[in-house]
């Protein structure tokens, strides 16, 4: 990470969506991070994909993601993430880091 990108996190946490080596997906408002992405989310919660049903957001509020456990992260934009209409959403779950 540049000196760029960590002067934007610290300075205007945005909304984040985190994949986990473990195929979840976690939304929050990143509020700090460590050398070894250990990640503080507030607000925050996991979207759980369906192929049959629409997807579900089931409320984590204050989170910690480990480092180690963080796949991909990345900023989302909030009026396009509001415009999404997550009911008609339909995805396969996705599978587990293999190593």
Do not use: C, W
């Amino acid at each position: 990470m540049n000196a760029l990108q960590y002067n934007t996190l610290t300075n205007n946490p945005g909304t984040v969506a985190v994949i986990t080596s473990d195929g979840r997906m976690i939304v929050g408002t990143l509020k700090g991070f460590d050398q070894t992405i250990n990640l503080i989310l507030d607000e925050s919660h996991e979207r759980v994909f369906s192929s049959t049903q629409g997807v579900e957001q089931v409320v984590l509020g204050l989170y910690i993601v480990r480092g180690d456990n963080v796949a991909v992260i990345g900023e989302i934009d909030e009026e396009t993430d509001s415009a999404l209409d997550l009911g008609n959403i339909r995805a396969e779950p996705l599978n587990s880091v293999v190593h």
